[in-house]
């Protein structure tokens, strides 16, 4: 923050000087520009610039509201430059993850919401129906991993108190049936 005062400074003193020069004309509004941007292009001026956004203060005060954050957003990717940007960046595994886990509460709203369209349950239907992936389907039932899996499953549940308690309820209620149908 130091080094911005003396930078500010020696902008205001030499277009000062330019200005006060009795014998020269006075610089353009391009001459001007020109020297501003020489002086923010060297070494100190990058240094300068970036103290001013270290500051707290001046970072809020150059925010961008949400309107023109959207604006950008929608003008980048809708533009032939903004796709093809896009797509490297996705390439990126690091940036595709953190994006993904920037987006994964709203796109997780977005499907519970769409679940309950009548529309998107119907295409979701016919993707299901499709007969390429019941073929799928019933080539993954047919593996051995999948049936392990579902013997595994069965196992737990059966081990289950409540299930255990259902089962022997089950068979009580068929012996009655079954003593009762006899008499």
């Known amino acids: 923050m130091a ?23 006075q610089p ?4 001007n520009k020109k020297m501003v941007l020489d002086i923010l292009k060297t070494d100190d001026g990058k240094k300068a610039v970036r103290e001013l956004l270290k500051d707290k203060e001046m970072r809020g005060a150059i ?4 309107k023109a954050v959207s604006k950008t957003l929608i003008q ?12 490297e960046l996705l390439k990126d595994p690091d940036f595709s993850e953190q994006l993904a886990k920037t987006m994964e509460s709203e796109n997780e709203k977005l499907l519970k919401q769409m679940m309950k369209d009548p529309g998107y349950q119907g295409m979701m239907m016919d993707i299901l129906k499709a007969p390429e992936l ?3 389907y019933l080539s993954l039932l047919k593996t051995k991993p999948f049936r392990q899996q579902i013997d595994k499953s069965i196992a737990e549940l059966m081990a ?24």
């Open 3 to 25: 080094r911005v005062g003396p930078l500010i400074m020696s902008v205001v003193v030499l277009i000062g000087l330019a200005g006060c020069s009795g014998q020269q004309k």
């Open 28 to 31: 353009s509004y391009q001459e």
């Open 63 to 66: 925010m961008l509201d949400d």
């Open 76 to 87: 980048t990717l809708t533009t032939e430059q903004g796709k093809k940007l896009w797509q």
């Open 134 to 136: 019941q073929q799928q």
């Open 160 to 183: 289950t108190p409540l299930f255990k308690k259902e089962l022997a309820d089950v068979i009580v209620d068929t012996l009655k049936k079954e003593q009762e149908k006899q008499k």
